[in-house]
Nanobody, 122 residues
């Protein structure tokens, strides 16, 4: 059993910045990757950014140059630095991780956090 807890969301004005954090806890042998998704009202959940255990990153085109994903493997934590925020960034942001929980079965399972609200006003 693995739990992901997000924090750092809030209400900001366009052009400002926020930093989201997601800490994983529970039965964790290894984390293969962590990612951030977001879902706006009336929209499907979309990938914002991801990072592998080796540090390879991927970003949605809409956030390239503005958002930066990073991780602290020792703390089982992933961050999302969001700069130059726009109203269209408003959404619930969800943490996602592929977690290996034991030595016997090392196939990773996918887990989701409950989400943190980010609201950007104009």
């Amino acid at each position: 059993q693995v739990q992901l807890v997000e924090s750092g969301g809030g209400l900001v004005q366009a052009g400002e910045s926020l930093r989201l954090s997601c800490a994983a806890s529970g039965r964790i042998f290894a984390i293969n990757y962590m990612a951030w998704y977001r879902q706006a009202p009336g929209k499907q959940r979309e990938l914002v950014a991801s990072i592998t255990v080796g540090g390879i990153t991927n970003y949605a085109d809409s956030v390239k140059g503005r958002f930066t994903i990073s991780s602290d493997n020792a703390k089982n934590t992933v961050y999302l630095q969001m700069n130059s925020l726009k109203p269209e960034d408003t959404a619930v942001y969800y943490c996602n991780a592929a977690v290996v929980s034991g030595w016997i079965n090392r196939t990773p399972n996918e887990y989701w956090g409950q989400g943190t609200q980010v609201t950007v006003s104009s």
